[in-house]
């Protein structure tokens, strides 16, 4: 089975972002607004097993900590794809990379860009049209994270939470 590791936003930025993704995002019905910190990956039922151990034990050894948004940003010229961008905090990005450590050992196909996607696959007049509206918006939240979740993929594509796991909790 294909995982993933994710952690979602409050339900405001979520509102917020699916105001968009409704209708830029092909995957809007596949998953909900979310920040993915580790690629999607594949494990066996034993190895699920050993990844759910490792993740109790990188939660636990995790604080809470939070971000910001500020603005919409863009992976153009590569995709024409619009993100909300994150603040790239010194405790997210440790999590990222305790994510490919140890167990979850791998190598990391993109730059670690924490974001929510709000469109994606949009032809260039789309892409042009859209950036140019929201390049000027001010987005301002701030967010708390406290859980991250395993996430695995359904064989209708949509990707559903497998298990929590509480940030600095026992």
């Known amino acids: 089975m294909n ?25 809007y019905a596949l998953i909900k607004p979310h920040v993915k910190v580790r690629q999607p990956f594949t494990l066996n039922e034993n190895e699920l097993i050993d990844a759910v151990s490792e993740l109790k034990r990188i939660a636990r050894d995790t604080a809470p900590f939070s971000y910001t948004i500020e603005k919409v940003s863009t992976f153009a010229p590569a995709h024409n ?4 961008k994150l603040s790239q905090t010194e405790e997210l990005v440790n999590l990222h990379k305790r994510l490919y450590q140890g167990f979850f050992d791998g190598e990391k196909k993109y ?3 924490p974001h929510i ?7 260039n007049g789309e892409y042009a049209d859209l950036h140019g509206t929201l390049k000027l918006k001010t987005f301002q ?11 695995e993929q359904q064989s209708d594509g949509k990707w559903t939470v497998k298990e929590s796991f509480t940030l600095g909790e026992e």
Not at 81 to 84: A, H, M, Q
Not at 141 to 151: D, I
Request: glycine content about 0%; overall charge negative.
């Open 117 to 123: 996607t709000i469109a994606q696959e949009l032809s």
């Open 81 to 84: 794809t619009l993100y909300f």
């Open 111 to 113: 730059n670690f860009v």
């Open 3 to 27: 995982y993933t590791i994710a952690f979602f936003p409050s339900e405001h930025v979520q509102q917020e972002a699916n105001s968009y993704r409704k209708r830029f995002d092909a995957a």
């Open 141 to 151: 939240f701030h967010e708390e994270v406290t859980q991250f979740h395993l996430l």
